[in-house]
């Protein structure tokens, strides 16, 4: 990181975490924040996910933007893609503050935000007006006071869905009462079934990914992996935050919601490995979970993921980490004198 960065990071560290949050994508609006401007990029990293063209396989996962506040800084931030949200239909202010928790000495967050955010319609104005270029997409949720919350994903696909890239399905946010329920396979089936007619209803088609928990025992991987080949899926990220708190140092490790970055990172990569083996590799994997380098990033494409994603490891490494990990795994590849297809699942069995 270069001393302006590590500054920037030591005065965030000092504010309270949703304040500092709000604070970076100000910053970030601002043009405050050094960009490197474009994604390092060679014929090594170039890879095409699900109909998507991306210039190297490092993204930026959901969250950190869930209004599209920051959209274009973002895509000058060195990602090969981006995910913003989640939105819902209706706007919702989300759960009560204090809602996001820095545990430092774990290197990871809690959060229980309750997908706050502006709602499908602002959200979508703004990824209009987005420039062009790196992959945009957008996770999509219900509201907390839906009486049919399968029916709120098709309706934010048919508000947002052209404005977006891509479209994940969030199934498996802990901070929304029963919202995790959706993931079994009936309900799993019914809700792709609406979102899949209301993307076929758009101008033009989107991949549609569902992102799904890591709380999750082998039988409802396998479950899922079915479903998602059953109704034509184009990706699967895996995963989201847990719920577990197992090995934690910090001293608000029990706060309630979900955990993720570094104590993640083990138990995502053996869901995506799971995944990856029940998948057969027919559906393209997107890895996230605890990544805060690049030899975690080639271990999740190894374990059987085509591109990754980071997130809270920016809150402790800043965004010079997404160029960071992009130009370590050029090298590598180089040196092993491998490609990204050749890598994607060529370490699974080590996992499971």
């Not at 399968?150 to 929304?176: H, K, Q, W, Y």
């Not at 995944?275 to 975690?296: C, D, F, W």
């Not at 010079?320 to 040196?335: C, F, G, Q, V, Y």
Request: with cysteine.
């Amino acid at each position: 990181m270069s001393i302006v960065e590590r500054l920037g990071l030591k005065a965030l560290h000092r504010l309270d975490p949703e304040r500092a949050h709000d604070l970076s994508i100000r910053a970030l609006v601002a043009g405050l924040v050094p960009l490197p401007g474009e994604a390092v990029t060679t014929d090594r990293l170039r890879t095409r996910l699900a109909g998507l063209d991306l210039a190297n396989p490092v993204g930026l996962a959901a969250g950190y933007d869930k209004n599209a506040r920051a959209v274009a800084p973002l895509m000058r931030a060195g990602f090969g893609f981006i995910e913003l949200g989640a939105a819902t239909p209706r706007p919702q202010p989300g759960n009560p503050r204090p809602r996001l928790f820095r545990l430092s000495e774990d290197q990871a967050i809690i959060n229980r935000f309750g997908f706050n955010n502006e709602g499908a319609t602002a959200i979508a104005e703004r990824l209009g007006r987005r420039p062009s270029g790196v992959p945009v997409g957008l996770n999509i949720g219900a509201n907390k006071d839906s009486a049919d919350r399968a029916a709120d994903f098709a309706e934010v696909v048919r508000i947002a869905g052209d404005a977006a890239d891509f479209l994940t399905v969030n199934v498996s946010s802990p901070n929304t009462e029963r919202l995790r329920d959706l993931q079994g396979p009936e309900a799993l089936s019914v809700l792709l079934e609406g979102v899949i007619a209301a993307r076929d209803a758009l101008p033009r088609r989107r991949p549609v990914f569902i992102k799904i928990a890591p709380d999750l025992d082998d039988r409802a991987i396998a479950d899922i992996a079915a479903v998602a080949r059953d109704a034509s899926v184009d990706a699967i990220i895996a995963t989201n935050t847990t719920l577990s708190r197992d090995g934690l140092a910090s001293p608000q490790c029990n706060q309630a919601g979900g955990l993720s970055g570094a104590p993640l990172f083990l138990r995502s990569t053996q869901v995506l490995a799971r995944l990856h083996r029940e998948t057969a590799g027919r559906i393209p994997l997107i890895g996230v979970g605890g990544i805060g380098s690049a030899r975690q990033a080639w271990d999740k494409l190894s374990a059987g993921a085509s591109a990754i994603q980071i997130y809270s490891a920016l809150i402790y490494r800043g965004f010079s980490l997404a160029t960071r990990i992009a130009r370590d795994l050029d090298e590598r590849l180089s040196r092993e004198r491998m490609t990204l297809p050749e890598l994607t699942g060529s370490a699974t069995a080590d996992w499971l």
